[in-house]
């Protein structure tokens, strides 16, 4: 909502009063709001993402454990998210059909998010490609790997 000669006012009814047409109404868009924007191509900076399928970009694996919200941080200062099932899911139907833990010991898993309940995020702990899922502390430090859609 936008402050319009004392009234707050909805953007839809901003551009109608206007007369522009929707799309023209440019909205600035925050960094910290970016890593739920799609991207017309892969992101390549700072870290590379990787095409999967035709919506899905994500990256390798991340080397360096961190616990569910240093690994958020991380995914977001890259304009994209920590990979979650659905991502994971995608990647196995419709890009190379790698499904988790790939490359990572099951006892370690790798983050899915998002947060299930109080200090609660999922984690890939076991390689089936039908029940790869658990549930596990936020503390715990895992790998993880990041993802973005394509517009």
Known sequence: MTRFGG?????????????????????????????GIPAGSCRTSPIRYFQYGTRLCMTAIQRDPLTFQEAMQRCMEA??????????????????????PWGVPPSQGIWLGPLTGDNRALFANDPRPDDFEGETSKFEKRRYACAHDRS
């Open 7 to 35: 009234l707050f006012i909805t953007v839809s009814a901003a551009v109608l009063l206007s007369g522009l047409a929707p799309d023209a109404l440019q909205l600035p868009v925050s960094t910290a709001a970016a890593h």
């Open 79 to 100: 304009y994209g998210r920590v990979a979650d099932y659905h991502d994971w899911a995608y990647r196995e139907t419709s890009g190379d059909h790698i499904h988790p």
